[in-house]
């Protein structure tokens, strides 16, 4: 693959930043955030904590997780508080949720479901269950995610092969591309900026100015359309790209 004259590769790139789903957890026991911060790791995840409503809102401003494990009693706002919040906004509407709580009542449960978790844990609970239960709300909401095998349109990626095709014929994609198109089918149809990509794709604390996105993308493109398909990523003006469903 050629290094453009405007990218710096830094062997500290995050090797598969966009491949890993990443996991809010909002909680005020510091033992418990470790314990599931321990296990989300081991899953695969990337994980960022929280210890009360108010930076966890914040947090998901600056930069949306692919799911959220929500304590019920937070210091700030209250964890059902912070769950209304998010679904009464466009942009996390569908972010998924699972309640976690202290609390056995079966009112709370119905009240925490009623708001919109997608789950609810009730404490003390078993890594194990947390975890299956993560993967089921994940399979549901994000199927992208939780599969090796991902398809959009008439594109096919298996991440375990690293291997891409579409309409059955394969596409050779350098990693860098091969990324890009990760992130992308993650969030099929959804804009990103450039900004956007280049923190889920090379990583914050790498220095690549935005136009270097913009040749990533030509070449994504190219090879995407070699056989002869529509280009599938839209370019919208002044805002940024997006794969089109
Ligand atoms: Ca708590």
New binding site residues.
């Given amino acids: 693959m050629h290094s453009t004259a405007t990218e710096i590769e830094r062997p500290t790139m995050r090797p598969a930043a966009a491949t890993r789903p990443f996991a809010l957890i909002v909680?005020?026991?510091a033992a418990?955030v470790e314990l599931i911060r321990y296990n989300l790791i081991k899953e695969g995840y990337e994980v960022a904590t929280a210890t009360d409503g108010e930076d966890a809102l914040l947090q998901i401003a600056e930069r949306q997780p692919d799911i959220v494990l929500l304590?019920?009693?937070?210091?700030k706002l209250a964890?059902i508080e912070v769950a209304r919040r998010l679904r009464s906004q466009q942009a996390t509407r569908n972010l998924p949720i699972i309640m976690?709580?202290?609390r056995t009542e079966e009112s709370d449960r119905i009240r925490g479901l009623d708001i919109g978790a997608d789950d609810y844990m009730t404490k003390p609970f078993s890594m194990s269950e947390l975890t299956a239960r993560i993967r089921a709300v994940m399979r549901r909401i994000r199927p992208a995610l939780a599969d090796d095998i991902v398809v959009v349109g008439d594109i096919s990626m298996d991440r375990a092969a690293h291997k891409v095709t579409r309409a059955g014929a394969e596409v050779h994609l350098g990693p860098t591309e091969f990324r890009l198109l990760d992130y992308f089918i993650q969030h099929p149809g959804r804009v990103f900026s450039r900004e956007q990509l280049l923190d889920a794709v090379w990583g914050s604390d790498v220095y690549v100015e935005t136009r270097t996105v913009d040749v990533h993308i030509g070449r994504l493109r190219k090879a995407l359309s070699k056989g002869g398909g529509d280009d599938p990523i839209r370019t919208v003006r002044s805002a940024g790209y997006a794969l089109n469903v």
Avoid: K
Avoid at 71 to 75: A, E, I, R, V
């Fill in positions: 909680e005020d026991e418990l304590d019920w009693m937070l210091p964890g976690l709580t202290a």
